[in-house]
C-alpha cells in the first residue's frame, strides 16, 4: 500500500514539473509556440506535450494564440500574476524611493505585458518640472529604456518577433540589424536610454532585471531633456547601485 502510494506520489510531481516546464517555454513566446516546438524544447514526446497542454487549457492556463500560431500562456496565468504584483511593487517601492531621492528624480516600475511596457507604480521626482506617467498605463518596447532594458535582455528571437510587430503596427522601417547592435550594447553596459525618442522633450535612462518567476522587469529615470545632461551622471550611478540591490534580492 505505501509503495503504491509512494508510486502515485512520484508520478503526481512528475507531472506537475513536466507542466511547470511547458509553461516556463511558453513565457518565452509572446506570439504562440506549437506543440512540437514545445516537445522539442521540453524534450517530450508531442503526445506527452498534448496531454499536459490540454490539461492545462481546461485551466485557462494555455489558450490557442490568435489566428491560430500555436499556443501561448493563458488568462489565468494573468490573473494569478496579478496576485503576486504587490510583492513586487511593495519590494521595489522603497528601492525606488532612495532612487528619487539621490537623483531628485521620478522613478518607475514596469514590466513586459505581452507587447509593451506597463507601468507598476512609480516615485515622483522633486524638481517643479518633473516627468509623471500613470501607474497602469502601457508604453512602447522600442523606443522606451526600460523597453529597450527589456528587449536586450530577451532571447534574440523573440526580441526581433516584438520589435517587427511594434515597427510594422506603427509603419516603422527600422535597421533592424543597427537596433540588435544596440541592445547588445545595452546587455554589455547595464543601462538602456532614451534621448527624445518616445516623447520630445522627455529622456530616460533604465535598466531589466528578472523577478523570482522570471517576469522582466525595468526600473527607469525619465528626465526633462533641458536637464538631462547635467543629471545623467547622477542617474547612471544611482542606477547601477539599484541594479546591484536588485541582483543581490533575485539571485
Excluded at 522633450?201 to 547635467?230: C, K, N
Amino acid at each position: 500500500m505505501i509503495e503504491t502510494e509512494d508510486k502515485n506520489s512520484r508520478s503526481g510531481i512528475q507531472v506537475i514539473t513536466r507542466a511547470a516546464a511547458v509553461l516556463r517555454v511558453l513565457k518565452e513566446t509572446q506570439t504562440g509556440m506549437s506543440l512540437g516546438q514545445i516537445a522539442a524544447k521540453v524534450g517530450l514526446p508531442r503526445s506527452t506535450v498534448q496531454r499536459i497542454t490540454s490539461a492545462l487549457m481546461a485551466e485557462n492556463l494555455v489558450i490557442s494564440a490568435p489566428q491560430g500560431r500555436g499556443l501561448i500562456l493563458g488568462p489565468e496565468l494573468t490573473a494569478l500574476a496579478s496576485a503576486t504584483q504587490y510583492n513586487i511593487v511593495e519590494h521595489c517601492r522603497l528601492l525606488l524611493t532612495e532612487l528619487t531621492q539621490k537623483t531628485g528624480e521620478t522613478a518607475d516600475l514596469a514590466v513586459v505585458r505581452g507587447v509593451g511596457m506597463a507601468f507598476l507604480d512609480q516615485v515622483p521626482g522633486t524638481h517643479r518640472l518633473t516627468t509623471v506617467s500613470k501607474v497602469g498605463e502601457v508604453f512602447p518596447l522600442t523606443t522606451t529604456a526600460n523597453g529597450k532594458a527589456c528587449l536586450a535582455e530577451m532571447p534574440e528571437g523573440e526580441a526581433i518577433k516584438l520589435i517587427d510587430n511594434e515597427w510594422q503596427r506603427n509603419g516603422i522601417k527600422g535597421d533592424l540589424k543597427g537596433y540588435l547592435a544596440g541592445l547588445a550594447e545595452i546587455r554589455d553596459d547595464g543601462l538602456a536610454y532614451d534621448l527624445d525618442e518616445h516623447s520630445s522633450g522627455i529622456s530616460a535612462i533604465g535598466f531589466a532585471f528578472r523577478d523570482w518567476a522570471g517576469a522582466l522587469h525595468a526600473i527607469s529615470v525619465p528626465v526633462p531633456s533641458t536637464r538631462f545632461d547635467e543629471v545623467k551622471e547622477t542617474i547612471e550611478i544611482a542606477l547601477r547601485e539599484t541594479a546591484a540591490n536588485i541582483q543581490r534580492t533575485f539571485t
